[in-house]
């Protein structure tokens, strides 16, 4: 069984297809092609989906007025992305787990390619989206 992590994201979505504990592929999707991905993986895919409801209003120190408007901002649109997506995999009838982000050592994958490569053995290209996603997938419980 496959098991496919989403990073939502407003632009393009990390998207991670794993089965066996191993990563077949990391990709980025637009909304609408992540739409059709999921209409092609619905019956044959576990789908761990990023539940960002879960994080915390994210304040930065030394950040001002203006930074920190941004940075609401970019979180209300993730945080939009993942609710339509949630609806979509459940309209869908897709079999799908909403995750909580994760958090601890193996977070630092998120930022860190070569640690990622270390500890999943993916040896390809990546960005933080698609880490975040293929962490997802393979340790989201």
Not at 68 to 74: D, G, H, L, V, W
Not at 90 to 108: F, N, Q, S
Not at 110 to 138: H, I, P, V, Y
Request: one cysteine or more.
């Amino acid at each position: 069984m496959m098991v496919i992590g989403i990073d939502p994201d407003l632009v393009k979505s990390g998207v991670a297809v794993t089965a066996g504990g191993k990563i077949l592929t990391l990709d980025a999707m637009s909304f609408f092609d992540l739409i059709g991905f999921i209409d092609e993986h619905k019956h044959q895919a576990v789908f761990h989906l990023e539940n960002v409801e879960f994080c915390k209003a994210v304040y930065q120190r030394n950040t001002n007025q203006a930074g920190m408007r941004k940075i609401a901002q970019n979180v209300g649109q993730v945080k939009a992305i993942g609710r339509l997506l949630a609806q979509y995999l459940e309209g869908a009838g897709a079999d799908y787990k909403m995750i909580r982000p994760l958090v601890g050592p193996i977070k630092k994958a998120k930022k860190d390619a070569e640690f990622f490569n270390r500890q999943t053995g993916w040896g390809g290209k990546s960005n933080e989206d698609k880490r975040d996603a293929a962490l997802l997938a393979l340790y989201g419980k």
